[in-house]
């Protein structure tokens, strides 16, 4: 029983010293050091990522009708595109919610032989939170998207039949709202 004890205690310093451990230190501590020195320089304080603007409804509106505006006017024949959109409401987020129901029935049976049954329901939730670095939140469970009221898109080619025909399609795909909340009409002008 002796040995072994004694080859475990020569395991100590002179194991973590060899070459393979030696070099797999210095890898995590080298990229612990550029993680530091990313953050670091990473990019100037202050500045953010390069986003969509789409913190109020206007700028939201506006990035959408760009968007329509170049997917329509690559349409073969379409020509010059000006879109409008107009939300109903902007980007909602959904917390998840820990519900917990309950329901307890009573029976009570009356002198001449009835039976009477109650029944209580109920229902309590609450938000689901998370700890995310050293502050709590409620968890976001999706994202539900905006909701578009309706969109007008000008267009050069609009006098079209068959054109307009393909812009309603593709405004509809883009935005996937119903055809009755599209307008499309052809550009002053325009052919």
């Given at each position: 029983m002796r040995e072994p004890e004694?080859?475990?205690?020569?395991?100590?310093?002179?194991?973590?010293?060899?070459?393979?451990?030696?070099k797999l230190f210095l890898i995590g501590a080298l990229g612990v050091c550029l993680l530091i020195l990313g953050s670091i320089l990473g990019r100037p304080a202050g500045e953010k990522?390069?986003?969509?603007?789409?913190?109020?409804?206007?700028?939201?509106?506006?990035?959408?009708a760009a968007n329509i505006e170049r997917a329509v006017s690559a349409i073969k024949g379409v020509g010059k595109v000006q879109a409008s959109v107009v939300l109903a409401a902007g980007p909602e987020s959904l917390y998840a919610k820990n519900v917990q129901r309950s329901r307890t029935t009573q029976s009570e049976v009356s002198g001449s032989g009835e039976i009477r049954e109650n029944a209580t329901e109920n229902e309590t939730s609450q938000p689901v939170t998370g700890r995310f670095g050293t502050s709590e939140?409620?968890?976001?469970?999706?994202?539900?998207?905006?909701?578009?009221?309706?969109?007008?898109?000008?267009?050069?080619?609009?006098?079209?039949?068959?054109?307009?025909?393909?812009?309603?399609?593709?405004?509809?795909?883009?935005?996937?709202?119903?055809?009755?909340?599209?307008?499309?009409?052809?550009?002053?002008?325009?052919?």
């Amino acid at each position: 029983m002796r040995e072994p004890e004694a080859k475990y205690k020569k395991t100590g310093l002179s194991q973590l010293l060899r070459p393979q451990n030696l070099k797999l230190f210095l890898i995590g501590a080298l990229g612990v050091c550029l993680l530091i020195l990313g953050s670091i320089l990473g990019r100037p304080a202050g500045e953010k990522p390069v986003l969509p603007e789409t913190d109020s409804l206007a700028n939201l509106e506006a990035a959408m009708a760009a968007n329509i505006e170049r997917a329509v006017s690559a349409i073969k024949g379409v020509g010059k595109v000006q879109a409008s959109v107009v939300l109903a409401a902007g980007p909602e987020s959904l917390y998840a919610k820990n519900v917990q129901r309950s329901r307890t029935t009573q029976s009570e049976v009356s002198g001449s032989g009835e039976i009477r049954e109650n029944a209580t329901e109920n229902e309590t939730s609450q938000p689901v939170t998370g700890r995310f670095g050293t502050s709590e939140s409620p968890l976001v469970e999706r994202v539900q998207g905006a909701e578009v009221a309706g969109c007008l898109i000008v267009a050069e080619g609009a006098s079209s039949s068959a054109i307009k025909a393909e812009i309603y399609r593709a405004v509809q795909t883009l935005l996937d709202i119903p055809l009755y909340r599209i307008q499309v009409v052809p550009m002053k002008g325009g052919g």
